[in-house]
Every structure is written in structure tokens, then in C-alpha cells.
């Protein structure tokens, strides 16, 4: 594998946990990222496993994230050329499936990286086969090729098919090595709309077949499908199950083997008294109903913790859980803690995840605070910003 020869894809700078001052930290645990490898894998049966670490692996830090994973894997899957470029460059040496379509003037790179594209019109499979005439691979290059069986987002329309397909015998240069579709609706409780996209995504299959196009891996399923057992086929692209969380808010039973990988804490630094009618935050938007405790954390919306949260959520501290009050600010939020007995100075503050302490033990998981902030855990994971550094640890 040959190095890039410009620095051109930049890069966001992430905290560093030997630069952290502020106690507000995630803390990734590797041990259970691996043991949701290990039930992702037994429900994929016969499926192989592509784990999907976009968004910086939905927030867990990606090179981290596949080290880890690397070895229990057929592969990664990222949306963006700078995502696999990263994974690169921290020594991954998996194979890795671009799946966003964007290459940008940066084709070239795809193949210097040794990396697989996803393609979903013919004039990028014309692309690839120009770079390929010109030297910059030895022999055919491999694609996934991505078909829209119902999600209109990317991937050739059903009615595209037919003349991409006819066209394929005029680039020998670019081989369809994978199939690929993306499912709508697999976290619903009514399967139907996924039966029709596989359906379709047969039809796509046959029709390929007719022009001697037979790919060696086809591939549909994301992380509900998959623990739903729906669309299994040669590969599985599980993104959210590896971290632990579940894809839809009442799918606990789905999910329970699963542990979360993610747990996001920091600490109580200020404290004060509140009378009654005290207001709190921005624009006062809690008053005090009763003498009051209030704590101050350093975990603001810049850091991942929503200002829908505002008046709205828990954190856990000494194991017990105290209300969000008033407006989340940028690098702050304020907690109630009036029944919090004990509730001190530099006190762990957990704002995703277990805490166990002296008033108990409790969770806050992903899907509680997307319920609260009128989201889905998909992004909430992948909003815990880069000024919060990621620890790793075992477990
Ligand atoms: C194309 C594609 N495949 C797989 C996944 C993984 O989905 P999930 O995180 O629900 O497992 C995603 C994520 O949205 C995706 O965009």
C-alpha cells in the first residue's frame, strides 16, 4: 500500500485524555464492545460481521474501536473516505467499505489506501476503471455496488438498474464484487416494508445474474434487522448493537444480551442553596418550588448533553438520580440534588450509564435520553462532541 502523496483530507482535532482538566470524560469499555461483537456474531449465524465505525464509531473513538475489534471482524464499514483514511493511518489493516459514495477529486486515494468503494451510479464505476487504465491499481478493482430497494437516499433506483447492468461489460476494469442495500424500516414492529426491499433486492440480484454479474457477498442487514434475524444473507453491517444500545426504544427484550459500551461522567463543581422562587439558567426557566440544592456539572450541549434536556432528564449522583434544571448552557447544565443526601463537591456525576453508590444503583441509557430530548440513540451516541476525551479501559 503506497502513501498519499498530499496531506488533503483534514482532520478534527478530538481531546486528548492526557489533556483533559475538566472531570467530564466518556469511558469506553473494550471488554463489553467485545462481548457485543460475540452475541452480534451468533446472531448473524453464517452472516460475517462488518462492523459500521462511522461518526468516529458512533462517538467511541473509531481507531480504538477497531483495534479492538479487528481481529473478530470481516471487515469495517465508514460513510466517509476521511473516516477509512483515519483507520488507515492507526494501522488498520482490515478491509475497509466506504459506503457514503463521496470520493470528492480523491478517487485515487480509494485505491492507494487499498480500500473497497461503494458505488451507486455508473459514471463512478467509470471513474474507478479510468484510474485503473491509468496504472494506479495492477488488476480489476472491487466495488460494492448499492441498490435503492426503497429508501431513496443513495444507490441505483430499481428502474437504473437495467442500463447500469447492460453497461458493466464495457468496464472490465471495475469488478462488482459486493451487493448492497440499506433497510428503512427493520426497526419496525411490522416487517413488511423489509420484505418488499428484499424482495426488490432479489430482483436486483437475478437481474445482475442475467448479464453474468454475481457478486460474492451481498449484504443488507443494520443492527435491528440483524437481532431480528431478517435479512441475514452472506454479511451483516451492525452499527449500534456493537456499542451496546438498543436500535429502538422498545426493543429492550431484543437487546438485553448487549451491554453498553459507553458510560459519560463528571462531577459536581459547584454547589449552592436555591431559596424557594429561586430561578435557575438562562432565562429562569426553573423556579425553586421549595428551598433547594443545586449542583453545577461541566457538561454543556458543546459536549453532547442536549439543551432539549433543559428542564427534562436525569444525571445519576451517589447512585441516585437528580433532575436537569433549567436551561442546559453551552459548558454547563444544573441538577437538583435536594434529594441527594450527602451530595458533595467532586461527587461523580453520570450523565450516560451505570452508577452505583451509596443511595443505590441505577442506569441512564442511550434511549432514555433520546426519549427525553425527542431523538434517537443514534444521536445522542454520536453527540458527545471531541471536547470530551474517551478513556478506554478493560473492562
Ligand atoms: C448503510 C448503513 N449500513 C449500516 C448501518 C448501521 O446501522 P445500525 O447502527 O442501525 O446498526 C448504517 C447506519 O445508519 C448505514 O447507514
Not at 116 to 142: K, T
Request: with cysteine.
Amino acid at each position: 500500500m503506497s502513501q498519499p502523496l498530499v496531506p488533503r483530507i483534514l482532520r478534527p482535532r478530538r481531546a486528548a485524555p492526557a489533556d483533559a482538566v475538566r472531570p467530564t470524560r466518556a469511558e469506553i469499555n473494550l471488554e463489553a464492545l467485545r462481548h457485543n461483537l460475540r452475541v452480534v456474531a451468533r446472531h448473524a449465524g453464517a452472516a460475517r460481521v462488518w462492523a459500521v465505525l462511522k461518526a468516529d464509531a458512533y462517538g467511541h473513538g473509531a481507531p480504538a474501536v477497531a483495534r479492538t475489534l479487528e481481529r473478530g471482524v470481516a471487515g469495517f464499514c465508514v460513510a466517509l473516505l476521511e473516516e477509512a483514511i483515519e483507520l488507515r493511518e492507526a494501522g488498520i489493516v482490515a478491509p475497509i467499505l466506504v459506503m457514503g459514495g463521496h470520493y470528492g477529486a480523491a478517487h485515487d486515494e480509494v485505491i492507494l489506501r487499498d480500500l473497497i468503494p461503494v458505488v451507486h451510479d455508473a459514471e463512478q464505476i467509470r471513474a474507478f476503471a479510468r484510474l485503473v487504465r491509468a496504472g494506479l491499481a495492477s488488476g480489476p478493482i472491487d466495488v460494492h455496488l448499492k441498490i435503492d430497494t426503497g429508501i431513496a437516499r443513495l444507490g441505483v433506483t430499481m428502474e437504473a438498474l437495467p442500463a447500469l447492468a447492460a453497461g458493466l461489460s464495457d468496464v472490465p476494469e471495475v469488478r462488482i464484487h459486493g451487493l448492497m442495500t440499506h433497510l428503512a424500516n427493520a426497526d419496525d414492529g411490522d416487517p413488511g416494508f423489509t420484505h418488499a426491499q428484499m424482495a426488490r433486492f432479489d430482483e436486483a440480484s437475478a437481474l445482475l445474474g442475467r448479464h453474468g454479474v454475481v457478486p460474492g457477498v451481498r449484504h443488507a442487514a443494520n443492527s435491528a434487522a440483524l437481532l431480528r434475524g431478517q435479512a441475514l444473507l452472506d454479511a451483516v453491517r451492525p452499527g449500534l448493537a456493537l456499542f451496546g444500545v438498543s436500535p429502538r426504544v422498545d426493543s429492550q427484550a431484543l437487546t438485553r444480551e448487549l451491554k453498553p459500551v459507553m458510560r459519560v461522567r463528571t462531577e459536581l463543581v459547584s454547589l449552592r442553596d436555591v431559596p424557594a422562587g429561586g430561578a435557575v439558567g438562562y432565562g429562569g426557566t426553573w423556579k425553586a418550588a421549595r428551598a433547594s440544592r443545586i449542583a453545577t456539572i461541566p457538561m454543556g450541549y458543546a459536549d453532547g448533553l442536549s439543551r432539549q434536556l433543559s428542564n427534562r432528564g436525569h444525571v445519576l449522583v451517589r447512585g441516585a438520580r437528580a433532575p436537569i434544571v433549567g436551561a442546559v448552557s453551552m459548558d454547563m447544565a444544573m441538577i437538583d440534588v435536594t434529594d441527594v443526601p450527602g451530595a458533595s463537591l467532586r461527587d461523580e456525576a453520570v450523565v450516560l450509564g451505570a452508577q452505583e453508590g451509596p443511595l443505590g444503583r441505577d442506569a441512564i441509557g442511550a434511549d432514555e435520553i433520546a426519549a427525553h430530548a425527542g431523538t434517537i440513540p443514534w444521536e445522542i451516541m454520536t453527540s458527545i462532541s471531541r471536547r470530551v476525551p474517551r478513556f478506554y479501559r478493560e473492562p
